[in-house]
T-cell receptor, first 110, second 116 residues
Framework: GEDVEQSLFLSVREGDSSVINCTYT??????LYWYKQEPGAGLQLLTY?????DMKQDQRLTVLLNKKDKHLSLRIADTQTGDSAIYFC??????????FGGGTRVLVKP | GAVVSQHPSWVICKSGTSVKIECRSL??????MFWYRQFPKQSLMLMAT?????????EQGVEKDKFLINHASLTLSTLTVTSAHPEDSSFYIC????????????FGSGTQLSVL
């Protein structure tokens, strides 16, 4: 079955770049997503990438996809205190259920 | 992005009572709604998938008679936790998708259920 794994925790200083990594196993995935969850809140879609792409940039966010190694990363440039949250990667096919990673808790220190 | 409104945000109920959680897509037609459950510091676990006008498909281990899902219209899905017990206490999140969202999922803000 599908499996998505992430590191549990990342600590970064304000102004530095953050890189959150994710690995997945389902080679039939069409889309790969990054969601942000703040305490007690739902999930906010940050960005996504089609499986036939290898990079996508959206303002401070850069997504890199290595399809051969089934590795996905999210880079946040100039990390701010408001970026402190849990970040989930997820993989799925169009319109189908997503499989989520366990989430990476990002702590931004001033 | 598309907006999914979920309420209540939190609810406290007595053991044995039923609780209904609503999820509305405000600016798109959600042909499919997904219901997730999240325990503290854990990932989201899919409970069920519902397509408008059809019976929900439940994941293995999820009791369909306990977690009643209704998706009677393209903008509203409800999850009713029947005869709630303390172990049902959790964070429940819905998400919706449709043709106008390019098949991406948009999530509600979640409902924290506490059963006493």
């Amino acid at each position: 079955g599908e499996d998505v794994e992430q590191s549990l925790f990342l600590s970064v200083r304000e102004g530095d770049s953050s890189v959150i990594n994710c690995t997945y196993t389902d080679s039939s995935s069409t889309y790969l997503y990054w969601y942000k969850q703040e305490p007690g809140a739902g999930l906010q879609l940050l960005t996504y990438i089609f499986s036939n792409m290898d990079m996508k940039q959206d303002q401070r966010l850069t997504v890199l996809l290595n399809k051969k190694d089934k590795h996905l990363s999210l880079r946040i440039a100039d990390t701010q205190t408001g970026d402190s949250a849990i970040y989930f990667c997820a993989e799925g096919t169009a319109g189908n259920k997503l499989t989520f990673g366990g989430g990476t808790r990002v702590l931004v220190k001033p | 992005g598309a907006v999914v409104s979920q309420h209540p945000s939190w609810v406290i109920c007595k053991s044995g009572t039923s609780v209904k959680i609503e999820c509305r897509s405000l600016d798109f037609q959600a042909t499919t709604m997904f219901w997730y459950r999240q325990f503290p510091k854990q990932s989201l676990m899919l409970m069920a998938t519902s397509n408008e006008g059809s019976k929900a498909t439940y994941e293995q281990g999820v009791e369909k008679d306990k977690f009643l899902i209704n998706h009677a219209s393209l903008t509203l899905s409800t999850l009713t936790v029947t005869s709630a017990h303390p172990e049902d206490s959790s964070f429940y999140i819905c998400s919706g998708t449709g043709s106008s969202t390019n098949e991406k999922l948009f999530f509600g803000s979640g409902t924290q259920l506490s059963v006493l």
